[in-house]
């Protein structure tokens, strides 16, 4: 039974929606990857208020945030922290970096040489940071929201496929729609100002445990074998396609499960559909398929080849 996780949902979408106009299926899935344990990559031109979202989001949920704006200059010991001798004591102390926090924004990721992105790895998959030979657990909610901007490439770096593969699902921000632009033209016509979030009232959630509840509730869900069966048959095709130098890892196939049960959890069921498995394969699979070259040049994109390969695979029934 699903005793926090669509209350906590339908929550937070109601107070982002003070703040947020639209863009629906981004909230979903950027809840998706919060209740999965995950982390997200969000993908989209300046001024689709991706940074409004996360801080927004991380007050409703009552969660501890940082920002990190990531430029070409910037350290691993930026991110992480790093040891300050104290002439007084006489010893070392830790200053503590950004990534100790529970919501974490990285804005413009890949502005940054893949040296310093590396330094994130550790924080996202094990919750863990070393910092001069010894481990620092992190938050056990520890969520890195990462930005970047898909139109400019002067002084940006490409992220490693082994970063790339570390974000469970990677979420494109378009522009919105005539009507929800109008709706947010006519919010600062009447005095709405994103600058102070401090004057809109937004309510939190009142249990702090409320995200850690939800995650619980998702991962004890379970999944059909067909259900499994299918996952699995989609993450295969991924390797045999004739347009992908190559496809998506084991990791992917887990990721698929996760963010299915997620989504199966939000949309108020204790069990996850093919139609669960259909609506989060493109931000699950899209960053970890890598295209050959001549297909890029004919216009291929990796979300033409994920729909290719759903439309020729037999849903179960």
């Known amino acids: 039974m699903l005793n926090h996780t669509p209350q906590t949902a339908a929550h937070i979408k109601r107070e982002l929606g003070k703040v947020i106009v639209g863009q629906e299926a981004v909230i979903e899935q950027i809840l998706v990857a919060i ?22 989001l991380a007050r409703i949920v009552g969660a501890r945030f940082s920002r990190l704006q990531f430029t070409p200059d910037l350290m691993p010991s930026d991110i992480t922290g790093t040891n300050v001798f104290n002439m007084q004591t006489s010893e070392f102390k830790l200053r503590p970096g950004p990534i100790f ?4 924004l990285g804005d413009e990721i890949n502005r940054t040489p893949p040296k310093t992105q590396s330094a994130l790895l550790e924080a996202m998959e094990e919750r863990q940071a070393t910092i001069d030979g010894k481990r620092y657990r992190l938050s056990p909610v520890f969520t890195v929201l990462a930005t970047e901007n898909p139109i400019e490439y002067e002084g940006t770096y490409p992220l490693p496929e082994a970063q790339l593969d570390r974000f469970l699902l990677k979420i494109l921000i378009g522009y919105p729609s005539h009507e929800d632009e109008l709706e947010v033209v ?11 979030l401090d004057r809109v009232e937004i309510e939190s959630l009142n249990d702090r445990e409320a995200i850690s509840r939800c995650r619980d509730e998702v991962r004890a869900m379970t999944t059909e074998p067909g259900v499994q069966n299918y996952i699995v048959d989609i993450v295969q095709k991924t390797r045999n396609h004739p ?3 190559y496809g998506a890892s084991p990791r992917a196939s887990v990721a698929l499960l996760l963010c299915s049960k997620a989504l199966a959890a939000l949309r108020e069921r204790d069990f996850a559909t093919p139609d669960d498995v259909r609506d989060v394969a493109l931000p ?17 994109t990796a979300d033409a080849v994920i729909s290719d390969i759903l439309k020729t695979l037999e849903v179960p029934r």
Do not use: M, Y
């Open 35 to 56: 209740f999965a344990e995950g982390h997200a990559l969000l993908e989209g031109v300046p001024g689709t208020a991706k940074t409004l979202l996360v801080k927004t």
């Open 243 to 245: 347009t992908l130098l």
């Open 186 to 196: 006519s919010r600062w016509d009447e005095g709405f100002n994103s600058r102070r």
């Open 101 to 104: 926090t529970d919501i974490l």
């Open 284 to 300: 699950v699979l899209r960053h970890r398929l890598s295209l050959r070259a001549e297909a890029e040049l004919d216009g291929a």
